[in-house]
């Protein structure tokens, strides 16, 4: 109930629309009830038994004049205005249920439409160690399938809540008004009270079940996103390794899995309406029974009876509904559940209420004593360093010792767990996360592109004019092979970049960097996978990039960093060693090692 009650939170900014429709639900049910209802007593009585209705001796004065208003009419007579009054009815209810119907769509549908930019919003906001331990199949299935699914729970579970709600008030006060003034036997009454505990009980117990089936098919439908999401974004792998039938084999077994666990579901939920519709035609049938006796003896009014007998009909429909509303809410509520989860979770990292804007360094970047690692493994540990503005640095030891994680602190993608890093002498803690970031640029190893033109993969994050994109991509080298794709700058460059080379991607990114214009930059093994001539052409655009920036460079070929100003070697989440190219290949460390293994290789 609480998540229920949570997610009615997002129908309030819509409250107009929500009473505007209960408005047009109850004229429709009125209407409709009278007319399926109300005309009965007439048409029975006064029109096949050609008998005069009987005035109610407890009848209002309003109720009085209209029984002797329809005795008045000749049958024939009275028949015709029947069909009129029904006539006019329904199409009056054709007109409020068109309207009941566009107004609930629009208020499932703007609501949804909240919970998606919510949920998509909060999920940027998360910190990468929240992406390190997700699945990115999982999130898409938050944002599709959780949300469809209270889509579905809203546009038609809260829709028949109301509906069918006021059906059930208004043919209850028939039943009153029927039993008041036409002398049902209470004993008819009693049975259609029956329906009632003998149709919830099996609906809580089927829904109890349902909510569980639910959870499992919404884990299993993120299970089967993440395979969607992993096997397209490698799909070149796949086809290079020809593991097309294998990958086919495992999406079946998950796909045969949710086929399952959705049986269950539809099993369950299929159940119900039979279940009430049979509990309801046994009591209708066993009032039949009664009272059919009582107006063939003459001591029950037929019109009267079949009134009573009619609302007791018309309740098997909300019943159903309501059934089923039931099983729709458990299914909604194990998404909400899964949506409040991700909407609760805390982002690892966060701006202080005091956090005020930085300008561009002047002085340089200090790592005091930094520690950082994941649960219990430390990944660096007591990291100090100091980087003067306009310095060239590099990182460099074997893998895994922890130089992306180092340069990943910089901008706060991760906090230390012990220490800090200052920035010209000020906690990076007190900056703005906003102000910081835009003092960094990173090119990595895996080039990020998106699926968009390649003008707009330049501009990224920047409002930049065609000619200031065309000069950061001549910087980078990239500004000829552009002009020769098939539409220039307007080329759509493919989910992730397919369409381009791997050194082509990586021009794009510089140039995006250089368009950015950050004082600090960070360079992460960017030319790690490219061929000699795109090494060439990237390193050529790299150093165009660097000029007047601080860099920290992430190098796996030492070849490419013989000049820089000093070289950091990490061993163990340690620093090491320090120092210049030709200072470090004088000692008998860790740097030469690996210089003399990779001149070996070469």
Known sequence: MKEYLRLLKFVKPYIWILVTTIVFMGITTIVSTAANVGLIIPFITRIIAGKQIEVPTEAGSLIVKLIEYLNSFERLQLLYVLIIVLVTAYFLKGIFTFL??????????????????????????????????????????????????????????????????????????????????????????????????????????????????????????????????????????????????????????????????????????????????????????????????????????????????????????????????????????????????????????????????????????????????????????????????????????????????????????YDPTKGKILLDGKDIKKATIKSLRSQIGMVTQETILFNDTVKANIAYGSTASQKEIEKAAKIANAHDFIVNLPLGYETIVGDRGFKLSGGEKQRLAIARAILKNPPILILDEATSQLDTHSEMLVQQAINNLIKGRTVFVIAHRLSTIRNVDRIIVIEGGRIVEEGTHQQLIGKAGLYKSLYEIQFREQ
Not at 277 to 283: G, K, P, R
């Open 100 to 413: 009941q119907e566009f107004l609930i769509s629009k208020l499932s549908l703007s609501v949804v439409r909240d919970i998606k930019d919510k949920l998509y919003k909060k999920l940027l906001g998360l910190s990468l160690s929240f992406y390190s331990r997700s699945k990115a199949g999982n999130l898409v299935s938050r944002i599709t399938f959780d949300v469809g699914v209270v889509q579905n729970a809203i546009s038609e579970g809260l829709k028949d809540l109301i509906f069918q709600s006021i059906q059930l008030i208004v043919l209850f006060a028939w039943l009153r008004f029927i039993l008041v003034n036409f002398k049902i036997p209470p004993s008819l009454l009693l049975i259609a009270f029956l329906i009632i505990p003998l149709i919830i009980f099996p609906i809580i117990k089927i829904g109890k079940r349902l909510r569980r089936i639910s959870t499992m098919s919404q884990e299993k439908m993120a299970d089967i996103n993440a395979i969607l999401f992993e096997t397209f974004s490698g799909i070149r792998i796949v086809k290079a390794f020809s593991m097309e039938n294998y990958e086919v084999n495992k999406f079946k077994n998950e796909n045969q899995s949710f086929f399952k666990i959705m049986l269950k579901s539809v099993k369950r939920t299929i159940s119900v309406s039979p279940l009430t519709e049979f509990i309801t035609v046994a009591c209708a049938a066993w009032i039949m029974l009664v009272g059919g006796k009582a107006v063939v003896q003459g001591t029950l009014d037929p019109g009267a009876f079949f009134a009573f007998l009619g609302c007791i009909s018309q309740m098997t429909t909300p019943f159903k509904r309501l059934s089923k509303i039931h099983t729709i809410n458990q299914q909604a509520l194990a998404a909400a559940t899964r949506i409040f989860d991700t909407l609760d979770t805390p982002p690892t990292i966060s701006e202080s209420k005091e956090a005020v804007d930085i300008k561009a360094i002047r002085q340089d970047i200090v790592f005091d004593g930094a520690w950082f690692g994941y649960e219990d493994k430390h990944v660096l540990k007591d990291i100090n360093l100091k980087v003067k503005c306009g310095d060239i640095v590099a990182l460099v030891g074997p893998s895994g010792v922890g130089k992306s994680t180092m340069v990943n602190l910089l901008p706060r993608f």
